[in-house]
């Protein structure tokens, strides 16, 4: 299983580092248009392979994508990350142009790949992969739920003060600070619904700051994140690469599911070795439904600037 990796930031480079620990590829290619960076942090990586004993392959790249050729899987990192103040729409103007070329390259070597758009505005950028490339709606999956859930659990856990594991829970619809549906009616504790130990502002709290997860750690770190970034593509790659048919939400090309049509949004998918294997329908109730609806009139809103 080979795996490309656009953007060799600090995202691709956390990706790349999580997947090689997993040590389920073969081979990850890095590949970035700064000279030499790619390259450099392939090496660097390489060089923790015995410490970490991992057998996974990482090579770099400086914009050559023969090196890319026959990858399974394509990760789309690069492109400008926000600062803080920012909202993540505003990078549209820089990063169209950047994905589409990239995509487009990615497809010349690779025809059968499946891509994993992460840059952002991710919901509107993998709406853009679809309408670039043609290719079939299985192989263009959006990443910004499985960070976000993660980022739900991590803030439930602190809420119920018991560790993350202990802790189920989703965010659907868009990637956005405003647009984000924390399912808390559906989260759970071991199988106890959380609303049981926590107040109902409580978990308004929890939703709220999960929405705003990354603004926050915008702020703290002046760019945005990257580990749990990293870490969310790297289950994604893992989940078709193992063809777990795990269930991820992942902004997904809608046709009529969850009434909403031409549009990318995240909800829940079956992920494995076909990439989105199938779109899982649930029962919203009236408000997440709601929710749901003005999230992805403002997902359509950015895509109009396209
Ligand atoms: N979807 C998500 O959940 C999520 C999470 C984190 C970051 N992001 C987004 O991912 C993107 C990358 O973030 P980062 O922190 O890694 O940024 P970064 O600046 O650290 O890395 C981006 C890399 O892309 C490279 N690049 C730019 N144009 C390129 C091109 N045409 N071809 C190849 N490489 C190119 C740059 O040289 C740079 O190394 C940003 O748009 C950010 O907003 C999305
Ligand atoms: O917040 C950002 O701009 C980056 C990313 O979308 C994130 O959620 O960490």
Redesign the pocket.
């Known amino acids: 299983m080979k795996v490309t990796i656009?953007?060799?930031?600090?995202?691709?480079a956390s990706c790349a580092e999580y997947i090689a620990i997993k040590d389920f590829a073969s081979e990850v290619v890095l590949?970035?248009?700064?000279e030499g960076?790619a390259e450099g942090k392939a090496m660097d990586l390489m060089q923790t392979a015995s410490l970490n004993g991992f057998d996974t392959k990482i090579v770099g790249s400086t914009?050559d994508y023969s090196k890319t050729a026959d990858s399974h899987v394509a990760v789309v990192?690069?492109?400008?990350?926000?600062k803080p103040g920012m909202t993540?729409e505003e990078?549209i103007g820089i990063?169209a142009g950047?994905v589409k070329?990239?995509v487009s390259n990615l497809i010349k070597h690779s025809p059968e790949v499946i891509v994993i758009v992460?840059?952002?505005p991710?919901d509107t950028m993998t709406y853009l992969t679809h309408k670039a490339t043609g290719l079939p709606k299985n192989r263009i999956i959006?990443?910004?739920g499985a960070?976000d859930s993660a980022r739900f659990k991590y803030r439930l856990s602190e809420a119920l003060e018991c560790p993350a594991s202990d802790v189920d829970g989703m965010v659907i619809g868009g990637?956005s600070d405003t647009g984000m549906v924390p399912l808390t009616r559906l989260a759970v504790r071991n199988s106890v619904p959380v609303s049981k130990f926590l107040s109902e502002e409580r978990l308004a709290q929890v939703a709220e700051d999960t929405k705003v997860g990354?603004a926050t750690l915008t702020k703290l770190l002046g760019?945005?994140?990257?580990y749990a970034?990293g870490a969310?593509v790297s289950a994604l790659v893992q989940a078709i690469a193992c063809d777990q048919k795990k269930m991820f939400p992942c902004s997904a090309l809608l046709d009529g599911e969850y009434g909403l049509s031409d549009i990318c949004i995240g909800v829940p998918v079956i992920l494995g070795k076909n990439g989105i294997e199938k779109i899982v329908e649930i029962e919203l109730d009236d408000a997440e439904k709601a929710k749901m609806k003005e999230s992805a009139e403002g997902v359509k809103k950015v895509n109009a600037l396209l």
Request: aromatic share 2%; glycine share 18%; hydrophobic share 45%.
């Open positions: 656009v953007g060799a930031g600090a995202v691709g590949l970035d248009i700064k960076v914009n990192t690069s492109g400008i990350p926000r993540r990078l990063n950047i070329d990239v992460v840059s952002n991710m959006g990443m910004g960070l990637h990354g760019t945005s994140a990257w970034p969310a």
